[in-house]
């Protein structure tokens, strides 16, 4: 496994399984970033069950968070038949439910006892509001009670080669480089060994960065310096022109946006060769299975 897909698979994620995005849309995934919550959805579709997915996806992100939307279809089968199978194929396995209001009482505390009691789902039995901009906050204090941020206070995104920095340093020049992550308070950059010379939390000027086609300036201070077999690791947080910690509220609502695309781009990259190579195992295994059939 590549070094990039190791940062990738690292850390706390939490997956929405067939989410209804009238009431669930996936601009709050991005507002979650801010608070240090990596979501993603992920949606049901003809080619591939639904449980081959959540078995990949608990194979790869091992530590992750699951919420299935109960309310969606699901041909052939029942929300509640699926989940029992997966709590008991992962019996440590973190496991939530979500439902659009019920009019009656009794049909919720009904579901609450099936899935939080008979089945043992640990993440809760959410029931979402009619009114989407209610369900912002629900989710939220769903994912603070079920400590879906990790480790990490602030998400960190891989980045690919249309992420870049350039900035001129007294010492060495303009130095101009890929950037290896970034997140709303920090980013890092790999140069050759003696290319850059910093002293600790010395401040880097007018820094310009292009994130995904975004362009924009800011200040950054050096965090730490770390030797890698790629070369020198060299960390940076950002600092506003007030000089306190962090990026100027402008900045940081337009790259707010362009990190979850990164987080998105790579997550589904990932996901999606995974599934198709499912897919195609399966495809084979019923074509061979026709074929059986015929003899």
């Not at 078995?55 to 279809?73: E, H, R, T, W």
């Not at 910093?198 to 310009?208: F, M, Q, T």
């Not at 965090?223 to 960390?235: A, C, D, K, N, P």
């Amino acid at each position: 496994m590549s070094n990039l897909i190791d940062e990738i698979i690292k850390g706390r994620k939490t997956f929405f399984i067939a989410p209804d995005k009238t009431l669930f849309p996936q601009t709050y995934l991005e507002e979650y970033l801010t608070s240090g919550y990596e979501c993603y959805f992920i949606d049901t579709d003809i080619f591939l069950p639904i449980e081959v997915k959540v078995d990949i996806i608990l194979s790869v992100f091992k530590d992750s968070i699951l919420f299935f939307n109960i309310d969606a279809p699901l041909p052939g089968t029942s929300w509640s038949h699926l989940i029992k199978g997966m709590q008991d194929k992962y019996p440590n396995a973190l496991f939530g439910v979500l439902y659009a209001k019920r009019q009656s009482t009794t049909e919720r505390q009904t579901l609450e006892r099936q899935y939080l009691y008979t089945i043992g789902v640990q993440c809760g039995c959410i029931q979402l509001e009619y009114q989407k901009k209610n369900n912002f906050t629900l989710i939220k204090q769903v994912l603070y009670a079920n400590q879906a941020m990790g480790r990490r206070k602030n998400v960190r995104a891989v980045c690919s080669s249309n992420c870049s920095i350039q900035f001129n340093s007294e010492t060495s020049g303009v130095i101009q480089s890929r950037l290896s992550d970034i997140s709303i308070s920090h980013f890092s950059i790999v140069l050759p060994e003696g290319k850059l010379q910093l002293a600790d939390y010395e401040k880097v000027p007018d820094i310009a960065f292009t994130i995904h086609g975004l362009r924009f300036r800011s200040d950054a201070v050096l965090y730490m310096t770390r030797q890698t077999e790629s070369g020198q690791l060299f960390v940076f947080a950002f600092q506003t022109k007030a000089g306190q910690s962090g990026l100027d509220p402008v900045n940081k609502q337009l790259l707010i946006p362009k990190i979850y695309e990164i987080m998105v781009d790579n997550c589904s990259e990932l996901l999606n060769k995974l599934f198709a190579s499912a897919t195609r195992k399966r495809d084979t295994s019923e074509h061979i299975q026709d074929l059986q059939s015929l003899d």
